[in-house]
C-alpha cells in the first residue's frame, strides 16, 4: 500500500508571506524520512502541503506538484478529504477526542467516513491499537475517555487513530517533543515497525531521533529571519550524519549554528 | 584613584525587607469589621439617620478605610493594600448579596401566603379582582408554550449563525453579521413586540397569539445564543479540528461529530440563559399575546396569558387578593428560571468532556 511522493516545484504561502520556496525532493516508499533544520524553516509547512493540510490555515496556498505514485494531489479534480484519507497525520501535541472513549477515538476516522459493523470496528481497533503498542495497556479501559492516558499514551493513541484508516502514507510532526523519552523510545520503535507498511516522514527537532529512526533525512534551512525556508539537501541518514555535501548542514549537525 | 571612582558610577544599592515581619492576628478582619459596624451604627443613630442604608454604607466606609490604617501601622504599606484591596472585594460582595437576598425574601415570604396547588391549577375564570382565589394555570402553560416556541425559532438560527461565523465565516458577511446581532443584543424588548405587531399583526392581519409573542422572543433570544455559542466553539481547541481533518474526515461531519459534541455542554447553557432571559419579559407580550383570564392551550390561536404579564395585571388591579396573587405569580416565575438554569448547570457537567482516568 505504501507509495512514492514525487513533490517537484513546490511553494507554500501564508497569504503573501512566502514560507517555504520551491521544493523538489522524492520519498521512498516504506521509508522513514526525517525533516530536521532551524525552527521557523518551513518543514512543518512542507509536511503539511503533503496531504493538503496547510490549505486548511486560513491564507494558505501551495504552488507546485505533489505527486502520490501518478496522482497529482494538487491536480484540479483531487478531493482534499480524499487526499487526507490516503495521507495520514499524526500532530505535536497528542490531541485525542475529549469527547469520545478510546474505542470511539480509535474508531473515529472509521465511524466519521462510513459504515463498519460492529464486529469489523472491534477488528480494526483491536489491530490498530496492537500496531501502536498500546493494546495491552488499554485492552481492559476501551470504554474510558482517552483524555485519562498518560501523553506517551495518549500520542500512541492518535498513532493508532491515524493507522486505524489505513493510509498509504503516515506524516509525523515532531510526534515526540511532548513526552519523555521512555515514551519516546516506545514511538521510535513503533515508527520502525510501521515502516514495514506505510512510507513515513517525520519532523522532528532531535538530530539523535533523526539519525535513530530515519532512513533518509532532508535538512531544511532559511537565508534570514522572514525569507522562505529551502530544501537545502537530502541524502542518506548516514550520509547526512557523517559526511554531508554542504556546509550548513554539517555546521547545523555539529552545532555550529544558530 | 579619582580616576578610578569616576569610572566606577556608584551603584544604588537594592534593598530587601526582611523575611520577618509584624502580623496582625487573623481575627484582625472581623474586629475590624465589627468596629466598624459598630461605629457606622452609632453615628447613625447618633446623627439621627432612619435609613439603614446609609449606616451600612458608613460602616462599609470605615471597614475599608480602618483596615487601612490598621494594617499599615502594623505590617506595613505593601500589605496595607493588599489588605485594602481584600476588603474592597469584601465589601463590594456584601453590597452586591444584599439586594439578591432581600428581593429572595420578599418575594418568598410574601409569595407563599397564596401559593399552593391550587393556585397552580387553576386559571383566572370567573374570579373577581377583590376576590381570593383564582390561579395561574393558563399564564404558566402560555408562558411555557411561548418561551419553547421561541426556543424552536430561535435557537437552531442561533446555533448555525454561530457555527457559520466560527467555522465559515471570513470577510465582509461575517463581520456584517456579527456587528448586527451586537446590535440586535441592544435592541430593547418593546421595539422587538412593535416589530412583529407592525409585521405580523397590522401588514399580515394574524390577531394576537401566543406565536407572535415567541416570534418577538425569539428576536430578543437569538442574539444571545449567537453570541455564547460563538464563544463556547471558539474555546474548541483547533488541534482537534485539524486531527479529525487529517483523518481525512469532510469539514461538516468535523464540525457535527467533533466541534458540536466537545462545545455542546457550554452550548446548552447559553441556549438555557436566553431562555430564562425572555421568560421573564412583559413587553412583547403585552403587545401581542394580549393576556386572558382564561386557559387557551393553542398558541397559534387567541390570546394568551404568561407570568409576567399576569404579574403586571394583578399589580394593576391593586386589589389585596390580586396583589398577593402578584406575587406568588413572581415566585412561580423565579422558580421556574432557577430551575431552567439547574437543568443547564446539570446538562452542561453532564455533557462536558471527561478528563477522569
Same mark, same amino acid.
Given at each position: 500500500?505504501?507509495?512514492?511522493?514525487?513533490?517537484?516545484?513546490?511553494?507554500?504561502?501564508?497569504?503573501?508571506?512566502?514560507?517555504?520556496?520551491?521544493?523538489?525532493?522524492?520519498?521512498?516508499?516504506?521509508?522513514?524520512?526525517?525533516?530536521?533544520?532551524?525552527?521557523?524553516?518551513?518543514?512543518?509547512?512542507?509536511?503539511?502541503?503533503?496531504?493538503?493540510?496547510?490549505?486548511?490555515?486560513?491564507?494558505?496556498?501551495?504552488?507546485?506538484?505533489?505527486?502520490?505514485?501518478?496522482?497529482?494531489?494538487?491536480?484540479?479534480?483531487?478531493?482534499?478529504?480524499?487526499?487526507?484519507?490516503?495521507?495520514?497525520?499524526? $500532530?505535536?501535541?497528542?490531541?485525542?477526542?475529549?469527547?469520545?472513549?478510546? /474505542? !470511539?477515538?480509535?474508531?473515529?476516522?472509521?465511524?466519521?467516513?462510513?459504515?463498519?459493523?460492529?464486529?469489523?470496528?472491534?477488528?480494526?481497533?483491536?489491530?490498530?491499537?496492537?500496531?501502536?503498542? *498500546?493494546?495491552?495497556?488499554?485492552?481492559?479501559?476501551?470504554?474510558?475517555?482517552?483524555?485519562?492516558?498518560?501523553?506517551?499514551?495518549?500520542?500512541?493513541?492518535?498513532?493508532?487513530?491515524?493507522?486505524?484508516?489505513? &493510509? +498509504?502514507?503516515?506524516?509525523?510532526?515532531?510526534?515526540?517533543?511532548?513526552?519523555?523519552?521512555?515514551?519516546?523510545?516506545?514511538?521510535?520503535?513503533?515508527?520502525?515497525?510501521?515502516?514495514?507498511? /506505510?512510507?513515513?516522514?517525520?519532523?522532528?527537532?532531535?538530530?539523535?531521533?533523526?539519525?535513530?529512526?530515519?532512513?533518509?533525512?532532508?535538512?531544511?534551512?532559511?537565508?534570514?529571519?522572514?525569507?522562505?525556508?529551502?530544501?537545502?539537501?537530502?541524502? +542518506?541518514?548516514?550520509?547526512? $550524519?557523517?559526511?554531508?555535501?554542504?556546509?550548513?548542514?554539517? !555546521?547545523?549537525?555539529?552545532?555550529?549554528?544558530? | 584613584?579619582?580616576?578610578?571612582?569616576?569610572?566606577?558610577?556608584?551603584?544604588?544599592?537594592?534593598?530587601? !525587607? &526582611?523575611?520577618?515581619?509584624?502580623?496582625?492576628?487573623?481575627?484582625?478582619?472581623?474586629?475590624?469589621?465589627?468596629? %466598624?459596624?459598630?461605629?457606622?451604627?452609632?453615628?447613625?443613630?447618633?446623627?439621627?439617620?432612619? %435609613?439603614?442604608?446609609?449606616?451600612?454604607?458608613?460602616?462599609? *466606609?470605615?471597614?475599608?478605610?480602618?483596615?487601612?490604617?490598621?494594617?499599615?501601622?502594623?505590617?506595613?504599606?505593601?500589605?496595607?493594600?493588599?489588605?485594602?484591596?481584600?476588603?474592597?472585594?469584601?465589601?463590594?460582595?456584601?453590597?452586591?448579596?444584599?439586594?439578591?437576598?432581600?428581593?429572595?425574601?420578599?418575594?418568598?415570604?410574601?409569595?407563599?401566603?397564596?401559593?399552593?396547588? @391550587?393556585?397552580?391549577?387553576?386559571?383566572?375564570?370567573?374570579?373577581?379582582?377583590?376576590?381570593?382565589?383564582?390561579?395561574?394555570?393558563?399564564?404558566?402553560?402560555?408562558?411555557?408554550?411561548?418561551?419553547?416556541?421561541?426556543?424552536?425559532?430561535?435557537?437552531?438560527?442561533?446555533?448555525?449563525?454561530?457555527?457559520?461565523?466560527?467555522?465559515?465565516?471570513?470577510?465582509?458577511?461575517?463581520?456584517?453579521?456579527?456587528?448586527?446581532?451586537?446590535?440586535?443584543?441592544?435592541?430593547?424588548?418593546?421595539?422587538?413586540?412593535?416589530?412583529?405587531?407592525?409585521?405580523?399583526?397590522?401588514?399580515?392581519? /394574524?390577531?394576537?397569539?401566543?406565536?407572535?409573542?415567541?416570534?418577538?422572543?425569539?428576536?430578543?433570544?437569538?442574539?444571545?445564543?449567537?453570541?455564547?455559542?460563538?464563544?463556547?466553539?471558539?474555546?474548541?481547541?483547533?488541534?482537534?479540528?485539524?486531527?479529525?481533518?487529517?483523518?481525512?474526515?469532510?469539514?461538516?461531519?468535523?464540525?457535527?461529530?467533533?466541534?458540536?459534541?466537545?462545545?455542546?455542554?457550554?452550548?446548552?447553557?447559553?441556549?438555557?440563559?436566553?431562555?430564562?432571559?425572555?421568560?421573564?419579559?412583559?413587553?412583547?407580550?403585552?403587545?401581542?399575546?394580549?393576556?386572558?383570564?382564561?386557559?387557551?392551550?393553542?398558541? /397559534?390561536?387567541?390570546?394568551?396569558?404568561?407570568?409576567?404579564?399576569?404579574? @403586571?395585571?394583578?399589580?394593576?388591579?391593586?386589589?389585596?387578593?390580586?396583589?398577593?396573587?402578584?406575587?406568588?405569580?413572581?415566585?412561580?416565575?423565579?422558580?421556574?428560571?432557577?430551575?431552567?438554569?439547574?437543568?443547564?448547570?446539570?446538562?452542561?457537567?453532564?455533557?462536558?468532556?471527561?478528563?477522569?482516568?
Amino acid at each position: 500500500m505504501a507509495k512514492r511522493i514525487d513533490v517537484s516545484g513546490l511553494s507554500a504561502y501564508y497569504g503573501a508571506h512566502k514560507a517555504i520556496d520551491d521544493i523538489s525532493m522524492t520519498v521512498e516508499p516504506r521509508s522513514v524520512t526525517a525533516f530536521i533544520g532551524p525552527s521557523g524553516c518551513g518543514k512543518s509547512t512542507f509536511l503539511r502541503t503533503l496531504n493538503r493540510m496547510h490549505e486548511v490555515t486560513p491564507g494558505g496556498r501551495v504552488e507546485g506538484k505533489v505527486m502520490l505514485d501518478d496522482e497529482n494531489l494538487y491536480g484540479s479534480h483531487v478531493d482534499p478529504v480524499a487526499v487526507r484519507r490516503t495521507v495520514g497525520m499524526v $500532530f505535536q501535541r497528542p490531541n485525542p477526542f475529549p469527547t469520545m472513549s478510546i /474505542f !470511539d477515538n480509535v474508531a473515529a476516522g472509521l465511524r466519521l467516513n462510513g459504515k463498519y459493523k460492529k464486529s469489523q470496528l472491534n477488528e480494526i481497533v483491536e489491530r490498530s491499537l496492537k500496531g501502536a503498542n *498500546l493494546w495491552n495497556e488499554v485492552k481492559d479501559r476501551l470504554n474510558k475517555p482517552g483524555s485519562g492516558l498518560s501523553g506517551g499514551q495518549q500520542q500512541r493513541l492518535c498513532i493508532a487513530r491515524a493507522i486505524a484508516v489505513e &493510509p +498509504d502514507v503516515l506524516l509525523m510532526d515532531e510526534p515526540c517533543s511532548a513526552l519523555d523519552p521512555i515514551s519516546t523510545l516506545a514511538i521510535e520503535d513503533l515508527i520502525g515497525e510501521l515502516k514495514e507498511r /506505510f512510507t513515513i516522514v517525520i519532523v522532528t527537532h532531535n538530530m539523535q531521533q533523526a539519525a535513530r529512526v530515519s532512513d533518509r533525512t532532508a535538512f531544511f534551512n532559511l537565508a534570514a529571519v522572514g525569507q522562505p525556508g529551502k530544501l537545502i539537501e537530502l541524502d +542518506d541518514t548516514e550520509r547526512i $550524519f557523517s559526511n554531508p555535501s554542504v556546509q550548513a548542514t554539517e !555546521d547545523y549537525i555539529s552545532g555550529r549554528f544558530g | 584613584m579619582s580616576h578610578a571612582i569616576q569610572d566606577r558610577p556608584v551603584q544604588t544599592a537594592v534593598r530587601h !525587607d &526582611p523575611l520577618r515581619h509584624a502580623r496582625l492576628p487573623r481575627w484582625s478582619p472581623l474586629a475590624i469589621a465589627a468596629g %466598624s459596624i459598630a461605629a457606622g451604627v452609632g453615628l447613625g443613630l447618633a446623627a439621627g439617620w432612619h %435609613s439603614r442604608i446609609q449606616w451600612g454604607l458608613l460602616a462599609a *466606609l470605615f471597614f475599608v478605610l480602618g483596615t487601612y490604617a490598621v494594617t499599615a501601622k502594623v505590617e506595613g504599606s505593601r500589605q496595607a493594600k493588599d489588605r485594602v484591596a481584600t476588603s474592597l472585594v469584601w465589601v463590594c460582595f456584601i453590597l452586591a448579596v444584599i439586594p439578591l437576598l432581600s428581593l429572595a425574601w420578599v418575594t418568598i415570604s410574601k409569595g407563599l401566603e397564596t401559593l399552593d396547588p @391550587y393556585f397552580l391549577s387553576h386559571s383566572m375564570n370567573g374570579v373577581l379582582d377583590a376576590e381570593v382565589g383564582g390561579g395561574i394555570y393558563h399564564a404558566l402553560l402560555g408562558t411555557i408554550e411561548q418561551v419553547l416556541l421561541a426556543t424552536l425559532i430561535a435557537a437552531p438560527i442561533g446555533l448555525l449563525t454561530a457555527v457559520y461565523l466560527v467555522e465559515y465565516g471570513r470577510g465582509k458577511l461575517a463581520q456584517a453579521v456579527t456587528f448586527f446581532v451586537d446590535v440586535m443584543t441592544g435592541v430593547p424588548s418593546i421595539v422587538a413586540g412593535l416589530f412583529i405587531l407592525a409585521t405580523w399583526n397590522l401588514m399580515l392581519g /394574524f390577531g394576537p397569539s401566543g406565536f407572535a409573542g415567541a416570534m418577538a422572543l425569539a428576536i430578543l433570544m437569538m442574539p444571545v445564543v449567537v453570541r455564547s455559542t460563538e464563544e463556547m466553539l471558539k474555546l474548541v481547541p483547533n488541534e482537534l479540528r485539524e486531527a479529525s481533518l487529517a483523518l481525512g474526515v469532510p469539514k461538516w461531519r468535523t464540525i457535527l461529530k467533533v466541534v458540536l459534541p466537545t462545545a455542546i455542554g457550554g452550548i446548552t447553557t447559553g441556549v438555557m440563559l436566553a431562555v430564562a432571559r425572555i421568560t421573564g419579559e412583559t413587553a412583547p407580550v403585552l403587545l401581542l399575546v394580549f393576556g386572558t383570564k382564561l386557559i387557551n392551550e393553542n398558541p /397559534f390561536e387567541g390570546a394568551q396569558a404568561s407570568l409576567p404579564l399576569y404579574v @403586571y395585571e394583578q399589580y394593576a388591579v391593586g386589589t389585596d387578593a390580586a396583589i398577593s396573587r402578584a406575587w406568588a405569580a413572581a415566585l412561580v416565575l423565579i422558580a421556574f428560571v432557577m430551575i431552567l438554569n439547574l437543568v443547564a448547570r446539570g446538562i452542561a457537567r453532564w455533557k462536558a468532556p471527561k478528563t477522569g482516568r
